[in-house]
T-cell receptor
C-alpha cells in the first residue's frame, strides 16, 4: 500500500502559466515533506521541503502548500519555464527516522 | 566531490543470471539507500544502511535480492537469479544520518532482464 500518492502521472502546462502538482499521503505521523525533481538519465535532486508545523514554504518560483487535515500537499511553480519540464516526486518522512518515502511521480511538460 | 557514483549505467542480462549493481557514496556520508524506480510504483526504498549496518530491508522484494556495505565507501545490490520483472532503474543515494533533506542520488543503473 502506497503511503504517498501522486494520482496524476502527467501534466502539461503552457510556458508562463502556473503549474500545480498534487500529492496525498496516508500516514498522519509524517512530519516532513519534500519535492524532488528528476531529469532523464539523472538521479532525483532536492527541490523544496516543508515541515508539518508550517502550511506554506516558498523558494523563488516554487511554493509548497501543506494541508494536514486533508493529508494533502501541492507544489506550485509560477511562472512555469521550459527547464521545469521533468518528473516531480513528492516524498514524506518521519523527521526522527532516516528514510524518505516517495510517490510515483508526475511528469510535467511545459509547452511553448 | 564527484557525487554518488553508480556502476554500471546500463545492464542487460538474461533471465536467471546474477546481476550486481555497485555504488560509491559521497565521502563523509554515513547513510546509504537503494531505491528502485518503476512506472507503477515510482521510487521504492529497498534497503538502507547507517554506518554500514543494514537498518531496514523491508522493501527488498524477495530473497533473490541482497545488499551489502562492506565499508563506508562501497555498497552492492545483487539479484540472483534475475527475472524480467526486475527490469527497472536502480538508484543509490547517500546522506548524513538523519538529514532527510540532504539526500544525494546517483545517476542510476538501468537494468533490463530479457
Amino acid at each position: 500500500d502506497q503511503q504517498v500518492k501522486q494520482n496524476s502521472p502527467s501534466l502539461s502546462v503552457q510556458e508562463g502559466r502556473i503549474s500545480i502538482l498534487n500529492c496525498d499521503y496516508t500516514n498522519s505521523m509524517f512530519d516532513y515533506f519534500l519535492w524532488y525533481k528528476k531529469y532523464p538519465a539523472e538521479g532525483p535532486t532536492f527541490l523544496i521541503s516543508i515541515s508539518s508545523i508550517k502550511d506554506k514554504n516558498e523558494d523563488g518560483r516554487f511554493t509548497v502548500f501543506l494541508n494536514k487535515s486533508a493529508k494533502h500537499l501541492s507544489l506550485h511553480i509560477v511562472p512555469s519555464q521550459p527547464g521545469d519540464s521533468a518528473v516531480y516526486f513528492c516524498a514524506a518522512a518521519y523527521s526522527s527516522a532516516s528514510k524518505i518515502i516517495f510517490g510515483s511521480g508526475t511528469r510535467l511538460s511545459i509547452r511553448p | 566531490d564527484a557525487g554518488v557514483i553508480q556502476s554500471p549505467r546500463h545492464e542487460v542480462t538474461e533471465m536467471g543470471q546474477e546481476v550486481t549493481l555497485r555504488c560509491k557514496p559521497i565521502s563523509g556520508h554515513n547513510s546509504l539507500f537503494w531505491y528502485r524506480q518503476t512506472m507503477m510504483r515510482g521510487l521504492e526504498l529497498l534497503i538502507y544502511f547507517n554506518n554500514n549496518v543494514p537498518i531496514d530491508d523491508s522493501g527488498m522484494p524477495e530473497d533473490r535480492f541482497s545488499a551489502k556495505m562492506p565499508n563506508a565507501s562501497f555498497s552492492t545490490l545483487k539479484i540472483q537469479p534475475s527475472e524480467p520483472r526486475d527490469s527497472a532503474v536502480y538508484f543509490c543515494a547517500s546522506s548524513l544520518i538523519g538529514q532527510i533533506y540532504g539526500y544525494t542520488f546517483g545517476s542510476g543503473t538501468r537494468l533490463t532482464v530479457v
